[in-house]
């Protein structure tokens, strides 16, 4: 308990609300439940409405990982039944967040990040895989700075560039603090979700909606993160270089980064070997849904081809 108490105190620390708000936290029966439990025992402008919240390794409301739609629909539904300006779901051990607007309808984790970025000065991290959303947007463009994926080369990538946050699209939040004379780095769900509190909470004080933000975006047809397994005889350079190979006179832009990362003017498309599972991973995103579809057709067939 003396930990507990210790680690919500710091987190209080960053709250900035400037409105009154509704916000449903799906602790997927994962640790974060008793941290938020605790930081919002007192009276807030925050009422907060946390749902499966009971840490349970049988993860008996659904499954740990909010990537899956599935994984969301408790939390949907709360967000329409409450008519809360916005909830947010965590993963078992709480370092990931996702998040749905006041309509229920799932953020992208692009959208999360750009919104988030609003709230920290610049520079910014991100990883090989975030998209146009963000590589973009007018106001940020200039000032990011990209990573390999995984948490040990985002924190060292922001620790060089001493920036005050990074993301990756897997729902990573990364956040910088000084203790004493010394910034650390540290990613953290909950605090992703303070930072969306607080930003969303000027939105109301403005009378405006998580969700009408989101729909002034600029929208991209794009497919979710895809792992192709490797089997016995597959090999990801020699796949990596087959796809290179193929795509190399049409790049406006390329990159081995982390993979290969090739750009035209109509698509992009990342692909890497997980650095954790037999897999190849992918992301793709197109302007138009036929280009999409065209491309997503293509390197599938040069995927299994090697």
Same mark, same amino acid.
């Given at each position: 308990?003396? &930990?507990?108490? =210790? $680690?919500?105190?710091?987190?209080?620390?960053?709250?900035?609300?400037?409105?009154? /708000?509704?916000?449903?936290?799906?602790?997927?029966?994962?640790?974060?439940?008793?941290? =938020?439990?605790? /930081?919002?025992?007192?009276?807030?402008?925050?009422?907060?409405?946390?749902?499966?919240?009971?840490?349970?390794?049988?993860?008996?409301?659904?499954?740990?990982?909010? !990537?899956?739609?599935?994984? +969301?629909?408790?939390?949907?539904?709360?967000?329409?039944? *409450?008519?809360?300006?916005?909830?947010?779901?965590?993963? %078992?051990?709480?370092?990931?967040?996702?998040?749905?607007?006041?309509?229920?309808?799932?953020?992208?984790?692009?959208?999360?990040? /750009?919104?988030?970025?609003?709230?920290?000065?610049?520079? $910014?991290?991100?990883?090989?895989?975030?998209?146009?959303?963000?590589?973009?947007?007018?106001?940020?463009?200039?000032?990011?700075?990209?990573?390999?994926?995984?948490?040990?080369?985002?924190?060292?990538?922001? +620790?060089?560039?001493? %920036?005050?946050?990074?993301?990756?699209?897997?729902?990573?939040?990364?956040?910088?603090?000084?203790?004493?004379? *010394? %910034?650390?780095?540290?990613?953290?769900?909950?605090?992703?979700?303070?930072?969306?509190?607080?930003?969303?909470?000027?939105?109301?004080?403005?009378?405006?909606? =998580?969700?009408?933000?989101?729909?002034?975006?600029?929208? &991209? &047809?794009?497919?979710?993160?895809?792992?192709?397994?490797?089997?016995?005889?597959?090999?990801?350079?020699?796949?990596?270089?087959?796809?290179?190979?193929?795509?190399?006179?049409?790049?406006?832009?390329?990159?081995? /980064?982390?993979?290969?990362?090739?750009?035209?003017?109509?698509?992009?498309?990342?692909?890497?070997?997980?650095?954790?599972?037999?897999? =190849?991973?992918?992301?793709?995103? %197109?302007?138009? +849904?036929?280009? !999409?579809?065209?491309?997503?057709?293509? !390197?599938?067939?040069?995927?299994?081809?090697?």
């Amino acid at each position: 308990m003396p &930990y507990l108490n =210790l $680690y919500t105190r710091f987190l209080s620390k960053f709250f900035e609300i400037k409105a009154p /708000l509704k916000v449903v936290f799906d602790s997927s029966n994962g640790g974060t439940g008793p941290v =938020l439990k605790n /930081l919002f025992r007192r009276s807030s402008p925050l009422t907060s409405i946390i749902i499966n919240g009971k840490p349970d390794g049988r993860f008996p409301a659904h499954g740990p990982n909010p !990537l899956f739609d599935f994984a +969301k629909k408790d939390l949907i539904s709360a967000v329409l039944q *409450h008519k809360a300006n916005f909830g947010v779901i965590f993963d %078992a051990d709480g370092d990931r967040a996702f998040f749905v607007d006041d309509r229920g309808r799932p953020i992208y984790p692009d959208e999360a990040i /750009l919104f988030l970025m609003s709230r920290f000065s610049p520079p $910014y991290v991100i990883d090989a895989g975030v998209g146009w959303q963000v590589r973009e947007n007018s106001r940020f463009k200039n000032f990011l700075v990209q990573s390999r994926v995984g948490t040990y080369f985002i924190k060292k990538t922001m +620790k060089k560039v001493k %920036a005050n946050f990074g993301a990756e699209g897997s729902g990573h939040y990364y956040f910088q603090t000084i203790f004493g004379k *010394h %910034a650390a780095y540290f990613d953290s769900g909950i605090m992703a979700a303070i930072q969306m509190i607080n930003g969303v909470s000027h939105f109301k004080e403005k009378g405006q909606k =998580l969700s009408e933000w989101l729909d002034h975006l600029p929208f &991209y &047809y794009r497919i979710p993160e895809t792992n192709f397994r490797l089997n016995i005889k597959s090999n990801t350079a020699k796949t990596i270089k087959a796809v290179e190979n193929f795509y190399k006179r049409a790049a406006k832009i390329f990159s081995h /980064l982390d993979g290969l990362t090739i750009e035209t003017d109509e698509f992009w498309f990342n692909l890497r070997g997980s650095n954790t599972e037999p897999f =190849l991973r992918l992301r793709l995103e %197109a302007r138009k +849904k036929d280009v !999409l579809a065209k491309e997503l057709r293509r !390197l599938k067939t040069l995927i299994k081809k090697n």
